[in-house]
């Protein structure tokens, strides 16, 4: 299976980038323009362990099979 691995320097608490990297509704707002919407699983808030969401208008299905929680330094 491949895999994708993106690194994104941002100044703001590791538990809110967490959060917001597993905001359905986050990523709602950022593919507006796709037309894109949740129509199966978890379909808003935050997406948790062993939870999934389906996408209409985009092929492309996610489902979280691990999770680390960030550690405060």
Do not use: Q, W
Request: hydrophobic share 35%; with cysteine; net charge negative.
């Amino acid at each position: 299976m491949p895999r994708i691995v993106l690194e994104t320097k941002i100044h703001a608490p590791l538990d809110r980038c967490f959060d917001l990297s597993r905001s359905i509704d986050l990523h709602k707002i950022s593919t507006e323009h796709t037309n894109e919407e949740a129509i199966d699983g978890v379909t808003s808030g935050l997406i948790s362990l062993n939870e999934s969401v389906g996408y209409i208008t985009a092929t492309c299905a996610s489902c979280i099979s691990e999770i680390v929680p960030p550690v405060s330094v």
